[in-house]
């Protein structure tokens, strides 16, 4: 088993430096969408690190479990970013782990980020927690299926092994299966980072948040830990969705060259979901809670249709 | 040491093994005045008597002389048929182990826990039930011959009814304890056609002889004795819909007891169906899978969604272990799937990852419900509602039962993750191995098995969260106090294997070897691990790999980036203490905090379909609704199998019975013209 040391280091950084950009620039073009002048994109990193200079305030009736959850939401996120592949095909982690460590690696960090939102006894934490379990488990089973789909087409679990061979002669970018296995992730990758139609981002102290209602009672550097987890969290699966369903550009080799230019590819691609992102965030109210489910199970059906589309293809 | 020396010595110790758990089953009931004693004696031989079966079956797997293990005869029977023979096979030894190791953990918590019934009840019957139960379940893994194992099938069934019914004052008790009974009955007849039936093509009652038994019945017969198997250990393991007595019975019992029931009494259920489908009844039709996958599956995800709406710590533990069952069975079923696809590999594959998960949903459920019977030693309750806080003042508690917690909802790295990643890759590899649209099942299923994972997430967190953290919500919580320490090293043994299970799972897949070796010709602990032991795959080329351990120790190695994050921004900062925000009202009182009802209320909502609740609200106020005086708050769940099933049923009985009362009419001639009837009925048949 080689390690390889220098890619561990090197992606950890890119995870924890380009995931504010990604941040930053979601907020901004929404903002001058909505003809507002809107934050820089830089101020995700200067909000953070702000955060980490300031004091904290702990909640009186608050455990340990609060101030271990936000390491916890922090190194998942990490962790799951090692295990896809970035701006090379082979993802440094591969070997401990596929798409089904990544999918539980989240989940273990939103399940001590729940019970971080419990522990202070107040009643917005707990209102975030159910809500935030509900979603992600309505969600699972359509992220799992839409996997699956991939997956099976691959012949592999692992992230490394399914952005290899996604160039290949058997994928075409217009490839029905393909296409719906991609919408559905992507309805679940609105659910899952908490973005427009389900969650409102920008929302502080409605009733109708989730992500932020767990985060009421951090201050301090545990909240910038938890919002760097979770910007961590969406640029990961944000990763997962072009470099899995289009890996063009992306580097074979080590060579300086390769990955300068597999890096541009990159950010182009990621910057491209943004938008996308964007463009739904600005166009698309938010759904009340008991709707989010037939949204989520509208891409449980498209990743169905994706899984039996393999089988009439084939 | 040689393989004989291995043998006589693992041989020795199971005959050490039963016949301490025999002795502290005796012995207890001479103390029946002397509550301290009675404990000690007891529960000291159920630790050492465990503790010497748990060595004798890992000695008979890790060595490999379990394969050629020959039956033996425990003692000398007068009856012809009725022989008393016991077999230390691979299977029985896997099983033998997790009783053993369950075993050994409960007796430990029991020193302490037996305590909180001193001058209340009689704990030496506890004890001597507790003993004969370990004793029961252990030969039921071992027992070489339908009729010893009918007749220790039933010893277990009978103990655990007593010990079931141990607080009989309490009427729910008393009710739970005979729906245990009825339902453990209705299994047993089963059971007991199925081995008719084998006996029929056999000619005897040994399970030497009904090895590979299925090629000579006729298919008919074979699918019946499927079927009879199924209902009959599927009672016991409590699949859906037989689960019924599953979640009235274990949280009625002493936790101690639940503990094992849950952990090891219903995985008798499991021994069962490997025993008879994969040694006994030879190659399957394509149908058995796709049957035991589909109730896996909806036993799965059931289960979870009931364990949900509970807000008594062990009725939602209870319904977990329904939920888990419905996971094996999903290993099962695909494993049965395979083998009639002509894929041993892929069926030893599948049945690893079920049987890895038997072991693991014993540890990580006894250990939980050892958690909850630490709680419920120390305020008195079930219910969630008047918990919270504990997490303060029963530091260790909290912490093992967040262990479980995390392993249950299987999250990595824990060892819930490694056998549901197993079951994942199987019914990943079983659609390129299946033709015909049944593949579909496979990925259909995982999509299942992934909604409850995260369901089991969803509701541990509400347990854990509820129970521990936050403000205590009554006074009981607020005086709890920390476990005595044997309870704490009953907990810390299991969560100790929770954490050897997760981490190390190439080490502990040697020990399936011999098992999979034996019922389907293949090994495959070399083929599943990687990189000197360090990687699990998923035993292709490239199906997968994952390596908890790996994790775990990335983890570690991440903390310095808050560390210098740490250091670089925030080492002049500092950490005030203060209230939790309330809004500008006068503080945070305990009523403000979410409750259990309310955690799972949304999944209530988006399942009402299913649960069909129900909520009733009185309000009396003097001016004003909104200002109300008392209130008055209903929530109901419909259990729909009770409803819809159970009581139609029950309804159909009584209503036939009515009828046939009229046949018992207390005249002496009308008896004997029934006698008279039967007997020339009997000599047409004859004839």
Same mark, same amino acid.
């Given at each position: 088993?080689?390690?390889?040391?220098?890619?561990?280091?090197?992606?950890?950084?890119?995870?924890l430096?380009?995931?504010?950009?990604? @941040?930053?620039?979601?907020?901004?073009?929404?903002?001058?969408?909505?003809?507002?002048?809107?934050?820089?994109?830089?101020?995700?990193?200067?909000?953070w690190?702000?955060?980490?200079?300031?004091?904290?305030?702990? &909640?009186? $009736?608050?455990?340990?479990?609060? &101030?271990?959850?936000?390491?916890?939401?922090?190194?998942?996120?990490?962790?799951?970013?090692?295990?896809?592949?970035?701006?090379?095909?082979?993802?440094?982690?591969?070997?401990?782990?596929?798409?089904?460590?990544?999918?539980?690696?989240?989940a273990?960090?939103?399940?001590?980020?729940?019970?971080?939102?419990?522990?202070?006894?107040?009643?917005?934490?707990?209102?975030?927690?159910?809500?935030?379990?509900?979603?992600?488990?309505?969600?699972?089973?359509?992220?799992?299926?839409?996997?699956?789909?991939?997956?099976?087409?691959?012949?592999?679990?692992?992230? &490394?092994?399914?952005?290899?061979?996604?160039?290949?002669?058997?994928?075409?970018?217009?490839?029905?299966?393909?296409?719906?296995?991609?919408?559905?992730?992507f309805?679940?990758?609105?659910?899952?980072?908490?973005?427009?139609?389900?969650?409102?981002?920008?929302?502080?102290?409605?009733?109708?948040?989730? $992500?932020?209602?767990?985060?009421?009672?951090? @201050?301090?550097?545990?909240?910038?830990?938890?919002?760097?987890?979770?910007s961590?969290?969406?640029?990961?699966?944000?990763?997962?969705?072009?470099?899995v369903?289009?890996p063009?550009?992306?580097?074979?080799?080590? @060579?300086?060259?390769?990955?300068?230019? &597999?890096?541009?590819?990159?950010?182009?691609?990621?910057?491209?979901?943004?938008?996308?992102?964007?463009?739904?965030?600005?166009?698309?109210?938010?759904?009340?809670?008991?709707?989010?489910?037939?949204?989520? @199970?509208?891409?449980?059906?498209?990743?169905?249709?994706?899984l039996?589309?393999?089988?009439?293809f084939? | 040491?040689?393989?004989?020396?291995m043998?006589?010595?693992?041989?020795? *110790?199971?005959?050490?093994?039963?016949?301490?758990?025999?002795?502290?089953?005796?012995?207890?009931?001479?103390?029946?005045?002397?509550?301290?004693?009675?404990?000690?004696?007891?529960?000291?031989?159920?630790?050492?008597?465990?503790?010497?079966?748990?060595?004798?079956?890992?000695?008979?797997?890790?060595?490999?002389?379990?394969?050629?293990?020959?039956?033996?005869?425990?003692?000398?029977? *007068?009856?012809?048929?009725?022989?008393?023979?016991?077999?230390?096979?691979?299977?029985?030894?896997?099983?033998?182990?997790?009783?053993?190791?369950?075993?050994?953990?409960?007796?430990?918590?029991?020193?302490?826990?037996?305590?909180?019934?001193?001058?209340?009840?009689n704990?030496?019957?506890l004890?001597?039930?507790?003993?004969? *139960?370990?004793?029961?379940?252990?030969?039921?893994?071992?027992?070489?011959?339908?009729f010893?194992?009918?007749?220790?099938? #039933?010893?277990?069934?009978?103990?655990?009814?007593?010990?079931?019914?141990?607080?009989? #004052?309490?009427?729910?008790?008393?009710?739970?304890g005979?729906?245990?009974?009825?339902m453990?009955?209705?299994?047993?007849?089963?059971?007991l056609?199925?081995?008719?039936?084998?006996?029929?093509?056999?000619?005897?009652y040994?399970?030497?002889?009904?090895?590979?038994?299925?090629?000579?019945?006729?298919?008919?017969?074979?699918d019946?004795?499927?079927?009879?198997? *199924?209902?009959?250990?599927?009672?016991?393991?409590?699949?859906?819909?037989?689960?019924?007595?599953?979640?009235?019975?274990?949280?009625?019992?002493?936790?101690?007891?639940?503990?094992?029931?849950?952990?090891?009494?219903?995985?008798?259920?499991?021994?069962?169906?490997?025993?008879?489908?994969?040694?006994?009844?030879?190659?399957?039709?394509?149908?058995?899978?796709?049957?035991?996958?589909?109730?896996?599956?909806?036993?799965?995800?059931?289960?979870?969604?009931?364990?949900?709406?509970?807000?008594?710590?062990?009725?939602?533990?209870?319904?977990?272990?329904?939920?888990?069952?419905?996971?094996?069975?999903?290993?099962?079923?695909?494993?049965?799937?395979?083998l009639?696809?002509?894929?041993?590999?892929?069926?030893s594959?599948?049945?690893?990852?079920?049987?890895?998960?038997?072991?693991?949903?014993?540890?990580?459920?006894?250990?939980?419900?050892?958690?909850?019977?630490?709680?419920?030693?120390?305020?008195?309750?079930?219910?969630?509602?008047?918990?919270?806080?504990?997490?303060?003042?029963?530091?260790?508690?909290?912490?093992?039962?967040?262990?479980?917690a995390?392993?249950?909802?299987?999250?990595?790295?824990?060892?819930?993750?490694?056998?549901e990643?197993?079951?994942?890759?199987?019914?990943?590899?079983?659609?390129?191995?299946?033709?015909?649209?049944?593949?579909?099942?496979?990925?259909?299923?995982?999509?299942?098995?992934?909604?409850?994972?995260?369901?089991?997430?969803?509701?541990?967190?509400?347990?854990?969260?509820i129970?521990?953290?936050?403000?205590?919500?009554?006074?009981?919580?607020?005086?709890?106090?920390?476990?005595?320490?044997?309870?704490?090293?009953?907990?810390?043994?299991?969560?100790?294997?929770?954490?050897?299970?997760?981490?190390?799972?190439?080490?502990?897949?040697?020990?399936?070897?011999?098992?999979?070796?034996?019922?389907?010709?293949?090994?495959?602990?070399?083929?599943?691990?990687?990189?000197?032991?360090?990687?699990?795959?998923?035993a292709?080329?490239?199906?997968?790999?994952?390596?908890?351990?790996?994790?775990?120790?990335?983890?570690?190695?991440?903390?310095?980036?808050?560390?210098?994050?740490?250091?670089?921004?925030?080492?002049?900062?500092?950490?005030?203490?203060?209230?939790?925000?309330?809004?500008?009202?006068?503080?945070?009182?305990?009523?403000? #905090?979410?409750?259990?009802?309310?955690?799972?209320?949304?999944?209530?909502?988006?399942?009402?379909?299913?649960?069909?609740?129900?909520?009733?609200?009185?309000?009396?106020?003097?001016?004003?609704?909104?200002?109300?005086?008392?209130?008055?708050?209903?929530?109901?769940?419909? #259990?729909?199998?009770?409803?819809?099933?159970?009581?139609?049923?029950?309804?159909?009985?009584?209503r036939?019975?009515?009828?046939?009362?009229?046949?018992?009419?207390?005249?002496?001639?009308?008896?004997?013209?029934?006698?008279?009837?039967?007997?020339?009925?009997?000599?047409?048949?004859?004839?």
């Amino acid at each position: 088993m080689n390690l390889n040391v220098t890619a561990i280091v090197l992606q950890t950084a890119l995870l924890l430096l380009l995931a504010p950009l990604l @941040s930053g620039c979601i907020r901004n073009w929404k903002a001058k969408l909505q003809n507002r002048r809107g934050p820089r994109i830089w101020q995700p990193y200067l909000d953070w690190i702000k955060f980490l200079r300031k004091d904290m305030v702990i &909640s009186e $009736h608050a455990s340990w479990v609060f &101030s271990f959850a936000p390491y916890v939401v922090l190194l998942t996120a990490l962790m799951a970013g090692l295990l896809v592949p970035t701006i090379i095909d082979q993802a440094p982690l591969s070997l401990f782990g596929g798409v089904l460590a990544l999918v539980g690696l989240l989940a273990l960090g939103r399940f001590f980020l729940a019970l971080g939102g419990l522990d202070p006894g107040s009643a917005f934490g707990g209102m975030g927690s159910s809500r935030e379990m509900t979603i992600a488990a309505i969600a699972e089973p359509a992220m799992m299926l839409a996997i699956f789909t991939v997956a099976i087409t691959a012949g592999s679990t692992d992230l &490394s092994h399914m952005v290899q061979v996604t160039p290949g002669a058997t994928w075409s970018l217009l490839n029905p299966t393909h296409v719906m296995a991609f919408a559905a992730l992507f309805i679940v990758l609105l659910a899952e980072t908490g973005r427009l139609p389900v969650d409102n981002p920008a929302t502080h102290l409605e009733l109708t948040m989730i $992500h932020e209602a767990m985060l009421l009672e951090y @201050s301090g550097r545990y909240l910038a830990f938890m919002e760097w987890g979770a910007s961590i969290k969406q640029l990961v699966l944000m990763t997962l969705l072009v470099n899995v369903f289009f890996p063009l550009g992306i580097a074979t080799s080590a @060579s300086p060259a390769a990955l300068g230019l &597999s890096l541009l590819a990159y950010l182009a691609k990621l910057l491209a979901l943004c938008g996308v992102v964007v463009l739904i965030e600005t166009t698309n109210a938010k759904l009340r809670l008991f709707r989010v489910p037939d949204l989520l @199970s509208a891409a449980f059906v498209l990743a169905t249709l994706a899984l039996l589309s393999t089988f009439l293809f084939q | 040491m040689t393989n004989a020396l291995m043998h006589d010595l693992s041989i020795t *110790l199971l005959d050490f093994c039963l016949i301490i758990y025999a002795t502290g089953a005796v012995a207890s009931l001479l103390f029946l005045r002397h509550e301290k004693t009675a404990t000690v004696v007891s529960f000291g031989c159920s630790s050492v008597a465990a503790l010497c079966g748990l060595i004798a079956c890992a000695l008979a797997l890790g060595s490999g002389t379990a394969a050629s293990n020959q039956s033996f005869e425990l003692f000398r029977s *007068l009856v012809p048929y009725v022989q008393f023979t016991v077999r230390l096979d691979p299977l029985g030894a896997f099983f033998g182990m997790i009783v053993s190791l369950l075993g050994l953990a409960l007796s430990i918590y029991s020193f302490g826990y037996a305590r909180g019934f001193f001058g209340r009840k009689n704990v030496a019957v506890l004890g001597a039930f507790f003993n004969l *139960l370990l004793l029961a379940i252990t030969l039921v893994f071992l027992a070489a011959n339908a009729f010893f194992f009918l007749m220790v099938w #039933e010893i277990m069934a009978l103990s655990a009814y007593c010990l079931v019914s141990f607080e009989h #004052e309490k009427e729910e008790t008393r009710q739970a304890g005979v729906l245990f009974f009825v339902m453990s009955h209705i299994g047993t007849g089963c059971i007991l056609l199925g081995f008719l039936l084998l006996f029929q093509a056999s000619g005897g009652y040994g399970f030497d002889l009904f090895h590979g038994i299925g090629a000579h019945l006729s298919p008919g017969q074979r699918d019946a004795a499927f079927l009879l198997f *199924l209902a009959g250990f599927g009672v016991k393991a409590g699949i859906v819909p037989l689960h019924i007595w599953l979640p009235a019975a274990h949280p009625v019992a002493p936790s101690n007891v639940s503990a094992l029931m849950s952990g090891v009494l219903i995985k008798t259920g499991i021994y069962g169906m490997t025993r008879v489908f994969f040694d006994f009844l030879g190659t399957p039709p394509g149908w058995w899978g796709v049957t035991v996958l589909s109730i896996g599956t909806v036993s799965a995800v059931l289960g979870v969604l009931y364990a949900l709406m509970e807000h008594d710590l062990k009725r939602l533990l209870a319904y977990h272990s329904i939920e888990n069952i419905g996971i094996i069975l999903m290993g099962l079923g695909a494993a049965l799937m395979f083998l009639h696809s002509g894929h041993p590999a892929l069926a030893s594959l599948a049945l690893i990852a079920g049987l890895y998960h038997t072991i693991n949903h014993a540890v990580f459920k006894g250990l939980l419900f050892l958690g909850a019977g630490a709680v419920l030693h120390s305020t008195h309750t079930r219910d969630m509602e008047e918990m919270g806080g504990l997490a303060r003042n029963m530091r260790w508690t909290a912490l093992f039962f967040l262990v479980g917690a995390v392993a249950i909802s299987a999250l990595p790295p824990l060892n819930g993750f490694v056998s549901e990643w197993l079951t994942y890759q199987s019914l990943l590899q079983g659609f390129g191995a299946t033709p015909s649209l049944v593949r579909l099942m496979f990925p259909l299923s995982g999509a299942m098995l992934a909604l409850t994972g995260a369901l089991a997430a969803a509701c541990f967190v509400k347990a854990f969260g509820i129970t521990f953290l936050a403000q205590p919500r009554s006074d009981h919580a607020r005086k709890a106090h920390e476990a005595p320490v044997t309870m704490l090293l009953g907990q810390g043994i299991l969560t100790a294997a929770c954490v050897f299970l997760g981490l190390f799972p190439t080490s502990f897949l040697k020990l399936l070897d011999p098992v999979t070796q034996q019922l389907l010709g293949q090994e495959l602990s070399g083929q599943l691990s990687l990189a000197n032991g360090l990687v699990l795959t998923g035993a292709t080329a490239h199906g997968g790999t994952v390596s908890t351990l790996g994790i775990t120790l990335m983890l570690v190695c991440l903390l310095p980036v808050p560390g210098v994050l740490w250091l670089v921004f925030a080492r002049r900062s500092k950490t005030r203490i203060g209230p939790t925000w309330d809004c500008g009202l006068r503080g945070l009182t305990p009523q403000m #905090e979410y409750t259990a009802t309310g955690f799972s209320k949304p999944i209530r909502m988006i399942f009402k379909t299913l649960f069909r609740p129900r909520r009733e609200v009185q309000r009396e106020y003097d001016f004003s609704p909104y200002f109300a005086t008392t209130i008055r708050f209903e929530s109901h769940v419909e #259990e729909v199998f009770q409803t819809r099933i159970y009581r139609p049923l029950n309804r159909l009985v009584l209503r036939i019975s009515r009828r046939l009362r009229a046949l018992q009419a207390g005249s002496i001639q009308a008896y004997l013209i029934y006698i008279f009837i039967t007997l020339l009925l009997l000599l047409i048949f004859a004839l």
